[in-house]
């Protein structure tokens, strides 16, 4: 993974001395990672979440480039997307649930006057609190959202299952009791705290270039 120089090198030696405390995490521990950031336009952020889901990451950014196309390839304000006709939203390759979720998004980004600001003073709770009120956006999607465009160091997916089957494999979990799995996940993620976000990333790394069996 590329070291990247936007990532102070304290911020780096502490969340590599942090995790690397978990000897078995250590072992898929080879670089820095690029650093997060924090991104503008989150509404525009959490509908492309929305659209993306479920779907590989090419499918994904053909449909966000169609969708930017219906604005001349302009990012769209929240109106301009309520004020989208679903039929020109399915158009483009989403299905009927996809495009309500979006447009239940772009209502509820009007009505709440949401900004960047406001959710960048809230805490990560606060922000899934706040933002699973809208129909169609789960927890998850909320946790990428803190993750990769608000740029939050402590945020542990339990529910994505890349995370489980990498941790499946690294710390040999049994699965049969689903209660008894998922604790095992919040044990062993809350030694990671606070740079639970890092220890994702490298899971999710380290899957990607294992071979599936």
Not at 34 to 42: D, E, M, V
Not at 165 to 188: G, N, S, V
């Amino acid at each position: 993974m590329p070291k990247s120089s936007g990532t102070p090198v304290a911020t780096q030696d502490a969340y590599l001395s942090h995790l690397s405390r978990d000897k078995k995490l250590q072992l898929i521990i080879q670089e820095p990672l690029t650093a997060l950031t924090i991104r503008k336009n989150i509404c525009l952020r959490l509908i492309c979440s929305i659209m993306s889901q479920q779907l590989s990451t090419k499918v994904a950014d053909v449909i966000y480039n169609r969708f930017l196309q219906l604005y001349n390839g302009k990012e769209p304000t929240p109106q301009q997307v309520l004020d989208t006709p679903a039929t020109t939203l399915r158009s483009i390759g989403l299905s009927n649930a996809k495009v309500s979720y979006v447009h239940n998004v772009a209502a509820f980004v009007i009505a709440e006057k949401l900004t960047d600001s406001k959710l960048k003073k809230m805490d990560d709770e606060a922000v899934i609190a706040y933002l699973t009120q809208i129909k169609g956006v789960g927890r998850w999607t909320v946790e990428m959202l803190l993750m990769f465009y608000l740029g939050r160091e402590d945020v542990f997916a339990i529910d994505d299952l890349g995370l489980q089957q990498a941790m499946i494999k690294i710390y040999r979990l049994k699965t049969e009791d689903k209660k008894a799995f998922r604790e095992q996940l919040r044990k062993i993620s809350a030694k990671w705290s606070p740079y639970r976000t890092h220890a994702c990333r490298y899971l999710w790394a380290w899957k990607d270039m294992t071979p599936t069996k």
